[in-house]
């Protein structure tokens, strides 16, 4: 109450603007820059013990977006998506609901682009459909070829009509337009249905343990009633068990499904947190 007045002070003549509320993504591969980039925009730093993002975090942050006249109040849900591919059943799930997405690479990087086509695009259209998206070349500060860079940027972006900025979350440049752009999706500001051309998706074969890895996170994530306050534990157990989520040992998954079974115990009867443990392990066991 007392949030929603204070805001009202700071727009013309006291008067609220229309609140949207908008969950986006930030989809690619591993150390493209996501978390850097999210952390530019939402706290303006950059750098820190950044630990590869397990799962997904989300961010939340508003935004004030002037489009036709109407100022339009955005909340943004930034969710920071776990870049490693072959985790399907966490990202089919962290992308339910999604009104836009920030498909981000690394311009030093070119596999990280083609990434993008082979693998996040049809992903995203796969499993959302038609949603708003904007590419992001990041890491520009690195390019030794600007030119090139923007070219390659260009290239990509026409194919599917998509918004498109180079950035940088070490300088600061461009992140602030691309997710004012990704605000703009939330409003219906932005077309950019990924229907065009290319890009059928290739099931890359994953990791069988990648696969279990994934099914584990998820299982608990339903278990515990949904995936985004799910993720916080599930990021401190996979860590605690020494789980590397691009290269899963089956000791580490083994200690994984413990951990998450004394986290169980705390909120479901015992019986149940046992048997939750003995499918999981089987799943395990019938990988390897
Ligand atoms: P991810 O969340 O997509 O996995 P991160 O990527 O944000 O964790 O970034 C991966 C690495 O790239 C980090 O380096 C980070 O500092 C660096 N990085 C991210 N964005 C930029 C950028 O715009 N410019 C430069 N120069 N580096 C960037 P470390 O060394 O911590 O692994
Ligand atoms: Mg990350």
């Not at 030119?147 to 599917?160: I, N, P, R, S, V």
């Not at 608990?220 to 157990?237: D, L, V």
């Amino acid at each position: 109450m007392g949030q929603g007045l204070n805001r009202a002070l700071h727009f013309p003549g006291g008067v609220m603007p229309e609140l949207h509320k908008s969950k986006v993504l930030l989809l690619g591969d591993g150390a493209v820059g996501k978390t850097s980039l999210i952390k530019r925009f939402v706290v303006d730093q950059f750098g820190d013990d950044y630990i590869t993002t397990i799962g997904t975090k989300v961010t939340k942050k508003e935004l004030t977006i002037t489009d036709g006249g109407t100022t339009h109040l955005v909340a943004l849900t930034i969710w920071d998506v776990l870049g490693q591919q072959g985790y399907s059943a966490v990202q089919t799930s962290a992308f339910q609901g999604a009104r836009g997405v920030l498909l981000i690479y690394d311009v030093t990087r070119s596999e990280t682009r083609e990434s993008l086509e082979r693998y996040w695009i049809p992903r995203v259209r796969e499993v959302i459909g038609s949603v708003a998206s904007i590419v992001a070349g990041n890491k520009v500060d690195l390019a030794d070829d600007r030119a090139a860079a923007q070219e390659d940027l260009e290239h990509l972006a026409g194919k599917y009509a998509m918004p498109h900025f180079l950035t940088s979350a070490k300088t600061g440049e461009k992140v602030e337009e691309a997710f004012t752009k990704l605000g703009k999706a939330g409003i219906g500001a932005v077309e950019a249905p990924l229907e065009a051309l290319g890009g059928s998706l290739v099931s890359a074969r994953t990791d069988p343990l990648v696969a279990v890895a994934d099914r584990v996170m998820m299982d608990f994530a339903r278990e515990f009633g949904g995936i985004e306050g799910a993720m916080p534990i599930i990021k401190t157990q996979a860590t605690k068990a020494g789980l590397d989520v691009r290269a899963p040992s089956k000791e580490a998954i083994r200690r994984f499904i413990d951990y998450l079974q004394e986290i169980e115990r705390g909120f479901r009867p015992a019986n149940t947190a046992a048997q939750n443990h003995s499918r999981r392990a089987a799943w395990l066991r019938d990988a390897s």
